[in-house]
C-alpha cells in the first residue's frame, strides 16, 4: 500500500464513500475499483433492489425507469447497512440515497451503522456521452440483458436524475463533502482522479483532527 493509499485509509477508517453520477458514468466500476483498493464492500443500491425478495415489484418499477418511493427504497437499504458481515469495513456506495429526501435518512443510517459518509463522488458527464457510451454498450452488448437499459428508461433516468438527484449533491456540496471528477477520462485515469482527490481531503481532514497529549 503506497503512502496515499495509506493516508486515505486512516482518514476513511470503516466510513463510506458515495458515488454520483449519470447512466454509464461508470459508478459500479470506479466503486468496485475503491473497494478493492482500501479492503472495502461495494454497496450498489441497483444491486441491492434487484436481490429484494418482491422482485415483481421492483421490476415493474425499475423497467419503466421509475424510481422506487423513498418508504420502500429506505425499507430495503437501510437493513443492509447494518449487516455483521460489514462491520469494521469501510464503504463504497453507487448512488445509495439519489432521491431528494433520501440524503437525511442515508447519513443517518451510515453514521448510526459505522460507516459515516467521508466524502461524495459525482462522477461528470454530459448527456450526449452518456448516449454515445448507450450506442456503443448496444453493439458490445457488456451490460448483460439489464432491463433498465433501453432508450425511453435512459431518458427516464436522465429527467428523474436532473429533478430528483441534482437536488441530493448539492445537498452533499453545501456540506462540504463532494468531490467532482471528469467522467469521461479513461476508467483508469478517473480512478487516479478520484484517489488525489481524496488524497487532499484526507489531508487536511488528519490535519484538524485534535492530538491527544503525551
Known amino acids: 500500500?503506497?503512502?496515499?493509499?495509506?493516508?486515505?485509509?486512516?482518514?476513511l477508517g470503516t466510513g463510506s464513500i458515495n458515488i454520483f453520477g449519470r447512466p454509464f458514468a461508470g459508478k459500479d466500476t470506479q466503486g468496485s475499483e475503491l473497494a478493492d483498493i482500501f479492503g472495502g464492500v461495494?454497496?450498489?443500491g441497483g444491486d441491492i433492489l434487484r436481490h429484494y425478495h418482491n422482485q415483481e415489484e421492483i421490476e415493474q418499477i425499475m423497467s419503466a425507469g421509475g424510481i422506487i418511493p423513498s418508504d420502500?427504497?429506505?425499507?430495503?437499504?437501510?437493513?443492509f447497512l447494518?449487516?455483521?458481515?460489514?462491520?469494521?469495513?469501510?464503504l463504497i456506495l453507487s448512488s445509495v440515497g439519489r432521491l431528494q429526501g433520501e440524503e437525511h435518512t442515508i447519513m443517518e443510517a451510515t453514521t448510526s451503522s459505522g460507516h459515516p459518509i467521508k466524502a461524495v463522488v459525482l462522477l461528470q458527464l454530459t448527456e450526449e456521452e452518456v448516449w454515445r457510451r448507450f450506442d456503443a454498450s448496444l453493439v458490445s452488448h457488456d451490460r448483460g440483458d439489464r432491463a433498465d437499459?433501453?432508450?425511453?428508461?435512459?431518458?427516464?433516468?436522465?429527467?428523474?436524475?436532473?429533478?430528483?438527484?441534482?437536488?441530493?449533491?448539492?445537498?452533499?456540496?453545501?456540506?462540504?463533502?463532494?468531490?467532482?471528477?471528469?467522467?469521461?477520462?479513461?476508467p483508469e485515469e478517473v480512478t487516479k482522479e478520484i484517489l488525489d482527490s481524496l488524497t487532499s481531503r484526507a489531508l487536511l481532514d488528519l490535519s484538524k483532527a485534535p492530538t491527544l497529549p503525551d
Not at 420502500?72 to 437493513?79: A, G, Q
Not at 447494518?82 to 469501510?90: A, H, I, T, V, Y
Open 1 to 11: 500500500m503506497d503512502i496515499k493509499t495509506q493516508k486515505i485509509s486512516e482518514w
Open 42 to 44: 461495494l454497496v450498489a
Open 72 to 79: 420502500l427504497y429506505l425499507k430495503i437499504v437501510l437493513p
Open 82 to 90: 447494518s449487516r455483521p458481515d460489514l462491520n469494521g469495513k469501510p
Open 149 to 186: 437499459d433501453h432508450r425511453q428508461v435512459i431518458k427516464n433516468r436522465l429527467h428523474k436524475f436532473q429533478n430528483k438527484t441534482v437536488p441530493v449533491i448539492e445537498f452533499y456540496r453545501d456540506k462540504g463533502m463532494l468531490i467532482e471528477v471528469d467522467g469521461t477520462l479513461s
